[in-house]
């Protein structure tokens, strides 16, 4: 069976960062938000046999009592 090669550059999230490494199947990137923020979505991604990864990344919202952006 073939598989693709890797699954390109994660997205880039707004108030957070993607950790960089492989981008080849099977493997997984990891998000986290900045200080300040949280999200409630999936924070690891997987590069699946499609050629793509396995969900969007994350959206860090501000928390309301440390962050003057709510």
Known sequence: MHYPSDCGKPHDINNGK???GS???ESTV???CNNGYH???VTT???NSSGLWNNNPPNCTGNCLTNIAC
């Open 18 to 20: 993607v950790t960089r």
């Open 45 to 47: 991604l997987k590069c």
């Open 23 to 25: 981008w080849t199947f």
């Open 39 to 41: 999200t409630v979505d």
């Open 30 to 32: 990891n998000y986290t």
